[in-house]
């Protein structure tokens, strides 16, 4: 009658079987270390046939290269099947030496609970990337130029966790007018600089400065109509009036 009957005194009853799928982020995408991103892992109880509320789990993300992972993530709790571990910029930056710039991977799944199998994804692979940020502080608009100057560009670079980059970024600057460019890459110091020529057009330049790293990000900041260049200023047909010797220069006649 497709009944069936135990004869005992003691039974185990098993935890639930349980599936979990990887849900965010994808495989093998880039991630921003500066901007807040969600990973999700979903889990669905077989036996029941639901996707459980309050069960328990982890989602781990690799600390060397993409096999080592983190010893004890931190423990989460399940909302209808979703497990979801929220990484900030600050969680990032807190220990940047585990989350380096580069390849990692993740992973996720019930882990630990008391009702459910323990059950998680097979690992994803992620590229963590940073972002530069420029300081653009010379020339710093207060001044203009003349055709034959030399013109001292400067600038400072930061990352998103706040480390210096000046000296290992690769700081390319640029004056710009109309269809015209000229450029300079920064030393060590973040400086470098550009003599002007006949060929220079005059006018308002407007000024770049582009930064980049590997592992980072490219920066391009733009300063509009930073200076004015000039054609030098000349002495045209000097005259002495009165034109006699005696009478010194800037009598009135």
């Known amino acids: 009658d497709g009944n069936s009957e135990l004869i005992g005194y003691s039974y185990t009853i098993e935890k639930d079987d349980i599936n979990t799928d990887a849900i965010n982020p994808d495989q093998e995408i880039n991630i921003n270390r500066s901007t807040t991103t969600v990973f999700s892992v979903r889990s669905y109880d077989r036996d029941n046939k639901t ?90 608009g207060s001044s203009n130029f003349t055709i034959g100057s030399t013109i001292t560009f400067s600038g400072t670079v930061t990352d998103d966790c706040g480390n210096p980059r000046t000296a290992d970024s690769v700081i390319v600057y640029k004056m710009i007018h109309g269809s015209f460019e000229s450029s300079c890459t920064a030393d060590a110091t973040g400086s470098c600089s550009i003599t002007t020529n006949s060929s220079f057009p005059y006018g308002w330049y407007n000024i770049s400065m582009t930064t980049s790293k590997d592992g980072y990000n490219t920066n391009v900041t733009l300063a509009e109509n930073r200076f004015f260049l000039r054609s030098q200023i000349l002495l045209d047909d000097p005259k002495k009036i009165p034109t006699e010797t005696l009478v010194p220069w800037g009598k009135s006649p």
């Open 51 to 140: 996707y459980p509320t309050g069960s328990t789990g982890k989602i781990w993300i690799s600390i060397v290269g993409t096999t080592v992972f983190e010893s004890s993530p931190p423990l989460l709790t399940s909302n209808d099947g979703w497990f979801n571990r929220t990484m900030t910029k600050s969680d990032w930056c807190a220990d940047q030496t585990s989350y380096f710039l580069g390849k990692h991977a993740w992973y996720g799944g019930t882990y630990g609970d008391s009702y459910v199998k323990d059950n998680t994804t097979q690992p994803r692979n992620f590229t963590l990337v940073g972002d530069l940020i420029n300081n653009l502080q010379q020339p710093d």
